[in-house]
């Protein structure tokens, strides 16, 4: 797995314009193409940019012909989600170097400006969670009728748009990092989001950073197996009709799904 930062992104733009979003996608392919150019040639930016990360020295390690970048997935969390649903959008105009292919989108929390560009071409999954005060994108229910591969959302009842990461949560002891859950009226709830005439606004009991990170990771990485690697064993993980072991608490992660139309099912 690899991190792509976006300090430098953070620090000269902010609020919700699209081209924050299309700027985090334009990150994604230069990385892709420098990550191609390491894997086929073996020189390039990344060449000398390695460390051993236990003695902080120079590793110049050889990725010619270990890294299989026909069948990439894309994992996202907030502004970064919607960065990696922009980038897997029907309507982007992708600048993928030869050999290079997105062949799957996992999204937490994804916040966006404009939920209905399709995205038809990939498999792709949301999280969210119902005590979430970051307004997150609705890419599921916008693609379920159209997209030609599977789509999954999971709703996390009582999670946070925070606690998918230790960094953000509390327990980290990092700057600015916090719950950023409505206290709902008991101790111990938070309250529900999006109040409107059918979804009213409701105490519901909070899900714990650990709990939340848990249910992240089992999806995640059976999201990724599955359509990277070709798992079908894990399908019945990912549509809800088998638990995964270990979380125990039913009812707390609720799944919606499709197969999608065309032959990437």
Same mark, same amino acid.
């Given at each position: 797995m690899v991190s792509v930062g976006v300090n430098g992104l953070n620090s000269t733009e902010g609020g919700q314009a699209p081209t924050a979003y299309r700027a985090r996608a334009l990150l994604v392919e230069h990385h892709l193409k420098l990550w191609q150019r390491l894997a086929t040639r073996g020189d390039g930016p990344l060449a000398h940019a390695l460390t051993d990360t236990a003695t902080g020295r120079p590793d110049p390690v050889d990725f010619r012909g270990h890294l299989d970048l026909e069948h990439v997935g894309l994992l996202g969390h907030s502004m970064g989600g919607g960065g990696v649903m922009q980038e897997v959008s029907d309507d982007n105009p992708r600048a993928l170097p030869d050999g290079v292919r997105i062949a799957a989108a996992f999204t937490l929390a994804p916040t966006a400006t404009w939920d209905f560009e399709a995205v038809t071409g990939v498999p792709f999954a949301v999280m969210w969670g119902t005590c979430d005060a970051v307004n997150t994108g609705s890419y599921f229910e916008h693609n379920r009728a159209t997209t030609r591969f599977p789509a999954f959302k999971y709703t996390l009842t009582g999670g946070n748009h925070d606690f998918y990461n230790r960094q953000w949560s509390p327990d980290s002891g990092q700057v600015a990092s916090r719950d950023d859950a409505v &206290? #709902? =009226? !008991? &101790? #111990?709830?938070?309250? =529900?989001? *999006?109040? +409107? $005439? +059918? $979804? &009213? /606004?409701? +105490? /519901? &009991?909070?899900?714990? !950073? !650990? *709990? /939340?990170?848990l249910v992240t990771t089992n999806r995640v990485s059976a999201f990724f197996q599955r359509f990277l690697r070709g798992r079908d064993d894990l399908t019945p993980y990912l549509t809800g009709d088998r638990p995964f072991p270990g979380e125990g608490r039913p009812g707390r992660v609720s799944v919606d799904h499709v197969p999608g139309t065309g032959s990437g099912r």
């Open positions: &206290p #709902g =009226s !008991a &101790p #111990g709830t938070c309250l =529900s989001q *999006y109040e +409107d $005439r +059918d $979804r &009213p /606004q409701v +105490d /519901q &009991p909070r899900m714990t !950073a !650990a *709990y /939340q990170r």
